[in-house]
């Protein structure tokens, strides 16, 4: 019987060690500056499961890794337009059959 618990606890914490992480790219519009590329990331960067945050103010790209579990794009994008810009998430591109 400890032995299962032990198996248990161990299976529960190599989950949590080791989330479903999902990387996505966000077309992100209106941004002119530094300070709006830090206000895009802080914003994000506040919601519980996102891991890394990486805006490029030249291409308008937001790179965000998140737990796809505690975190969706949905939510990502409703944070960048807390931070007063227009987001979306960015096509993926085709596979060449």
């Keep these: 019987m400890k032995k ?6 161990a299976g529960a914490l190599m989950g949590a060690a080791n989330p479903k992480l999902k990387t996505e790219k966000f ?3 209106g941004m002119t500056c530094t300070s709006c590329v ?5 914003s ?7 891991r ?5 103010l030249e291409s308008g790209v937001g790179t965000i890794t998140y737990e ?3 975190v969706d794009a949905a939510r990502i994008i ?6 007063g ?4 998430a960015k096509a993926k591109a085709a596979k060449a059959t």
């Design 4 to 9: 299962l618990a032990l198996l248990l606890v």
């Design 27 to 29: 077309e992100i519009t």
């Design 38 to 42: 830090e206000k895009v990331t802080q």
């Design 44 to 50: 994000v960067s506040k919601r519980a499961g996102v």
């Design 52 to 56: 890394t945050v990486n805006v490029d």
């Design 68 to 70: 796809a579990g505690k």
């Design 78 to 83: 409703a944070s960048i337009k807390e931070a």
């Design 85 to 88: 810009f227009k987001a979306k």
